[in-house]
């Protein structure tokens, strides 16, 4: 199946300080990738929806401002937490798929960890 | 509103059989997914349903029946690296991923 990178897979930061996640999509074009967090023992939540080249679709309860996402082309979507704090600490894992294929399956990035310490 | 329903835990016996269930109520369907996730890891991809009845991957068996909002999924002769969450998602009319909770499967000796 398709890859899609995720970096980093694990990341400590300090409270107030901004962590970019990138999610790479590496042989095939992502027209939509999907951001989730998922916090222990809890099924993935849906974050926000990108598609490239225009602005991210937040799910209600996700605030814009302190999570951005950048969809800048077809195989690059990133997430950035900022001035992040401690109940920021999550697992966050991205998704894409391409819906110009047959093929609809929502490939999945490794995770990233993140820790605010 | 949008749901999807599966057992929160199951526990099975290695090289036995377990049926994983998953009923969903959703607006509009494009397909259902079952993933298969490790604690601390991603999810990664093991069927995908469409269309009514059964396809065969291995081990790995999922049913679907849209008129009944059913889906399931089938782990035959169960090994140790089974055990992880089992996850059901529904592609909705906006195709939009539904996710249900996740079916914790333990798998005993």
């Known amino acids: 199946g398709a890859v899609v990178s995720q970096h980093p897979s694990r990341v400590i930061c300090k409270s107030g300080t901004s962590v970019k996640i990138e999610c790479r999509s590496l042989?095939?074009?992502?027209?939509?990738m999907f951001w989730y967090r998922q916090f222990p023992k809890k099924s993935l939540m849906l974050m926000a929806t990108?598609?490239?080249?225009?602005?991210?679709?937040?799910e209600q309860g996700v605030e814009k401002d302190k999570f951005l996402i950048n969809h800048a082309s077809l195989t690059l979507s990133t997430l950035t937490v900022t001035s992040a704090h401690p109940e920021d600490s999550s697992f966050y894992i991205c998704?894409?798929?391409?819906?110009?294929?047959?093929?609809?399956?929502?490939?999945f990035g490794q995770g990233t960890r993140l820790t605010v310490v | 509103g949008q749901n999807i329903d599966q057992p929160t835990e199951m526990t099975a016996t290695e090289g036995a059989i377990v049926q994983i269930n998953c009923t969903y109520q959703t607006s509009g369907f494009n397909g259902l997914f079952w993933y298969q996730q490790h604690a601390g890891e991603a999810p990664t991809f093991l069927s995908y349903?469409?269309l009514d009845g059964l396809e065969e991957k291995g081990r790995f068996s999922s049913f679907l029946s849209r008129s009944k909002g059913y889906s399931y999924l089938l782990l035959k002769e169960l090994q140790m690296k089974d055990s992880a969450s089992y996850l059901c998602a529904v592609t909705d009319s906006n195709y939009q991923l539904i996710w249900g909770a996740g079916t914790k499967l333990i798998i005993k000796p």
């Open positions: 042989d095939f074009q992502a027209t939509t």
């Open positions: 349903n469409v």
């Open positions: 990108s598609n490239e080249g225009s602005k991210a679709t937040y």
């Open positions: 998704s894409a798929r391409d819906y110009r294929g047959s093929d609809t399956e929502a490939f």
